[in-house]
């Protein structure tokens, strides 16, 4: 695959979370955020096909207009014996998600898509973390849900939280917060970014 001899990165992403990554790990890069809607999975669709698909369908939403550089799209959502944990809806939603996982293991799957600009070549993959999360008591829940930090996040809390409630079993932080840097920088790598 032919390597321009100054690749951008286009993050087509509004996260601040996915965007702080990048920026601490150095590299270059500006938003253009997809607006592609993120529809609920399929029936039976295992979560890690979800997000690898979600991702695709974000970088194509960009690179189909973009006119040069490497779209960088991502999705993450948690997975609690198949049952995709994405972003709440709102509060009662948050709550329901969090009693749905206090006390368990639960998978962190983040799809990554690199697409160049025009939609012409792509690179994805999917990488995993594990957690688990502690029981709550009433008065950590309410506080949480009253905080309104589980907005915008995928299970509807956060590892970056004051109290994440959270501790990490195997894979990295980075997956866990919406971005795999480490595996990424690989593959940036590879197309010369």
């Given amino acids: ?12 992403s509004a996260s601040p979370r996915r965007a702080e990554l990048l920026r601490l790990s150095g590299i270059p890069f ?21 997000v690898s698909q979600l991702a695709w369908n974000k970088a194509w939403d960009v690179a189909r207009t ?17 049952l995709a944990l994405n972003k709440p809806l709102d509060r009662t939603d948050a709550e329901r998600m969090l009693r749905l996982q206090e006390g ?13 600009a025009g939609a012409h070549d792509w690179i994805g993959f999917v990488e995993t973390s594990l957690i688990h999360l502690r029981p709550l008591t009433d008065t950590e829940r309410l506080a949480y849900l009253d905080s309104g930090q589980w907005a915008g ?3 509807a809390y956060g590892v970056e939280d004051p109290d994440p409630y959270m501790t990490l079993i195997s894979g990295t932080l980075s997956n866990v917060v919406g971005l795999p840097i480490e595996t990424l920088l690989n593959h940036l790598s590879q197309i010369g970014i």
């Fill in 66 to 82: 973009a006119s040069d550089g490497w779209i960088l799209a991502a999705d993450t959502a948690g997975d609690l014996n198949g």
């Fill in 30 to 50: 500006r938003v253009q955020a997809s607006g592609f809607d993120e529809p609920e999975p399929l029936d039976g669709q295992e979560v890690r096909h979800y």
């Fill in 104 to 116: 368990q293991n639960i998978a962190i799957h983040t799809g990554v898509c690199l697409m160049k």
């Fill in 153 to 155: 996040k995928a299970g």
């Fill in 1 to 12: 695959m032919p390597i321009s001899q100054n690749p951008s990165l286009i993050l087509a």
